[in-house]
């Protein structure tokens, strides 16, 4: 008796000088997926949205970032956010309008005025209101990143009118907008995965693509398809977007820290941006790409009007509010 009381007493004396990190909880930990390499801007504000996670949660919640496309390519990520394989992933707009329809009207051709419009958008009501569409559909959608304006490029010929671009092949994302988009240039849509592309320009099994200065750079796109068109036919914004079998296992306090987190990321990643753009136009410049600048885009906008009118009603109905916004 008396040696278990000793043991007891050996016990109690341990556990009252031990650190209180030795019984800490092990922290939360979640995956996010990142297509776009590490020292892009899109990797570098998901950076920043960890590291403001971790230390507003002194250290509970850790977020691991996986660049590069390491969990896999942007459609499958999304379904396994979706189920709660991976728990966060950055993704453009566009593959997950395949899931969430209504966002199919933040990524209309020729919708915003210019950036600022589309961050007014994306800051207020409307913005709001969509990220929180997402929740029926098993997202949660956490914020928004700058994504600047895509272009088209190509391997073939120079373009300076939509006419231009009749009969090539262009690699779209696997949203039907944008197949939709191509076609009424009278291009032929060919979806492909992001990864994909740089082969398909080199062995001419899509002509060209169209994305924004950084992707057209990071991805060395630039050397296999010298012909860059600055026609901005859409800003598309990159989204932020948790999954809800993941996030819903926290509580409602860590739930909104990590929303407030992404959205405090942002001004970090847009000023990301503006640098890492600045930079790519610069280098694929001096790679010898051929920039061509639409200074009149009425006739671009004029096709686009038939893809405005196939629209679902709330599509349409979102568009006039998007462009009411002054």
């Not at 969509?130 to 190509?154: D, H, K, V």
């Not at 929303?259 to 990643?269: C, I, L, P, S, Y």
């Amino acid at each position: 008796m008396k040696i278990r009381k000793v043991a007891l007493i050996a016990l109690i004396i341990m556990a009252v000088t031990l650190p209180l990190s030795v019984f800490a909880q092990k922290p939360v930990v979640l995956r996010l997926a990142e297509t776009h390499p590490q020292d892009y801007p899109t990797t570098r504000g998901d950076y920043e949205f960890a590291r403001l996670v971790k230390e507003r949660s002194n250290g509970r919640i850790v977020i691991e970032v996986y660049p590069g496309s390491q969990l896999g390519q942007e459609k499958a990520v999304i379904e396994q956010v979706q189920f709660g394989a991976i728990d966060i992933t950055r993704v453009s707009v566009s593959p997950v309008a395949a899931f969430v329809p209504k966002l199919n009207a933040f990524q209309m051709p020729y919708l915003y005025r210019d950036a600022d419009h589309m961050w007014k958008v994306l800051n207020g009501d409307i913005g709001k209101a969509l990220l929180a569409s997402l929740e029926p559909f098993g997202f949660i959608g956490l914020g928004w990143f700058e994504g600047g304006s895509r272009n088209f490029y190509n391997s073939k010929r120079e373009i300076k009118t939509p006419a231009d671009l009749k009969g090539l092949k262009i690699r779209v994302q696997e949203s039907e907008l944008m197949m939709g988009l191509v076609s009424a240039f009278g291009a032929n849509p060919t979806p492909m995965a992001f990864g994909e592309v740089y082969s398909g320009l080199q062995t001419g099994v899509i002509d060209g693509a169209e994305n924004n200065w950084p992707s057209y750079f990071s991805t060395s796109h630039y050397e296999v398809a010298k012909y860059f068109t600055l026609d901005e036919h859409t800003r598309v914004p990159e989204i932020i977007v948790g999954s809800k079998i993941s996030l819903g296992r926290l509580s409602k306090a860590d739930q909104e820290l990590i929303r407030q987190a992404a959205r405090d990321a942002v001004e970090f990643q847009k000023k990301e941006w503006a640098k890492y753009e600045q930079l790519s136009i610069d280098k694929v410049k001096a790679g010898g790409s051929q920039i061509t600048y639409v200074a009149d885009k009425a006739p671009w906008i004029a096709l686009m009007a038939p893809l405005y009118a196939k629209q679902s009603k709330e599509v349409q109905d979102l568009v006039k509010q998007i462009q009411a916004v002054k």
